[in-house]
């Protein structure tokens, strides 16, 4: 791969970065060059050999990749099995490509399991440290399945799961997990220091990590104005009161079905933390409300406020905190579409571009020229 020195130290680099399979730094026939082909040259047996550097309770073989999407899922996920007969997850970057977050995850869940809620523990972290070298996590492997698989082959109540989403998230943002500053973490602080700090100084400055690449990208493409692109950034600048924020709470970003375990009964797991940030807990609810229809969302936020009062500001908060999320997934579905241009993508880009378009009204932001 070309420029491969180059392309690491882009990829890592979360700065500016609200959600990193938006705004990460390269471009979107890299992210397809690299992640499309995950799996090649991702070899067992050096997996093996690295892998027991680390580990008392050795590992004897390691199953084929699980089967995933392409670009949008960056790691190789594997089963593999220890001497005990013990199974745990690898899950591992494409070869020759450094992650830039493996740390923050396994440290995000490791204080959410230490909290007492049910997440997974770490028992190894591989940086690669050459072009040949694969990057890889080992991690517990929970009981269960993911509640999207659950649902979609077992027919389940959808809207159940919804509730207890909502009332798991809500026990979760009350639990005060210590964070320090907002955004995305800092990597190497929670690999040398065992703690979550934010890469922004305020909340305001994290809400405007990677804004103005997104706009451009979205005006570029003639989905709003020049000046609708102004007044969106400019209506989360540090004089917002709802910008104002002393304390964040550690923020999942991306709790959804497919990153949720269950028994069949219960919610019994939280996974896949590459999203996590120092935020707003209202900003979790926002991220949410973009993947599931109106009425699952609305019984996520009745299992919510079960659990917690809904705030005076919450109604306020909401609309612009989901603006923020809509900007990046509209921006997400047309790179998406761009990329592979079918009848399913193309209906996902014109529905989200109508709700972003709904938001921009609820927000006051006019047609402008």
């Known amino acids: 791969m070309k420029n491969l020195k180059d392309i690491n130290k882009r990829i890592v680099d979360r700065t500016d970065c609200f959600y990193w399979q938006c705004d990460r730094k390269i471009s979107d026939e890299e992210a397809e060059q690299i992640f499309a082909d995950k799996h090649q040259g991702i070899e067992n047996e050096k997996l093996i050999k690295a892998a027991n550097a680390y580990l008392k309770d050795k590992v004897v073989r390691i199953e084929e990749p699980l089967k995933q999407g392409t670009i949008n899922s960056v790691n190789s996920m594997r089963v593999g099995v220890l001497q005990s007969g013990r199974e745990v997850l690898f899950r591992c970057h494409p070869k020759g490509i450094a992650q830039g977050y493996f740390h923050v995850e396994s440290l995000a869940a490791q204080k959410t399991k230490d909290a007492g809620f049910p997440s997974y523990s770490t028992l190894a972290i591989h940086d690669a440290n050459k072009d040949c070298d694969v990057s890889f996590q080992i991690i517990e492997k929970l009981d269960g399945e993911n509640v999207q698989k659950y649902l979609l082959e077992q027919q389940g109540d959808a809207n159940k799961y919804s509730y207890k989403s909502g009332k798991l998230m809500a026990q979760f943002h009350k639990a005060n997990i210590k964070v320090e500053g907002f ?63 002393e304390k964040p ?45 109106k009425e699952r969302f ?72």
Not at 211 to 236: C, H, M, R, W
Not at 257 to 280: K, P, Q, Y
């Open 183 to 245: 955004g995305k973490f800092d990597n190497i602080v929670a690999r040398n220091q065992g703690k979550l700090v934010g890469l922004s100084n305020t909340f305001a400055d994290s809400m405007r990590a990677g804004l103005q690449y997104e706009l451009k990208y979205l005006l570029d493409s003639g989905i709003i104005t020049k000046a609708q692109a102004k007044q969106i950034f400019d209506v989360f600048n540090e004089d917002n009161p709802l910008l104002k924020l």
């Open 249 to 293: 709470v550690l923020v999942h970003n991306d709790f959804i079905d497919w990153n949720l375990m269950t028994d069949g009964s219960e919610i019994t797991g939280i996974i896949d933390w590459d999203e996590c940030i120092a935020s707003h807990p209202t900003c979790d609810i926002a991220s949410y409300s973009t993947f599931v229809s």
């Open 298 to 369: 609305n019984n996520f936020l009745n299992g919510y406020f079960s659990e917690t009062p809904k705030t005076e500001t919450f109604d306020k908060e909401f609309i612009l905190f989901e603006l923020r999320y809509w900007v990046m997934k509209v921006v997400i579905r047309l790179r998406k579409y761009l990329v592979e241009k079918n009848t399913e993508r193309k209906n996902k880009l014109e529905s989200g571009t109508k709700y972003f378009k709904e938001l921009l009204e609820k927000n006051e932001i006019g047609a402008g020229k």
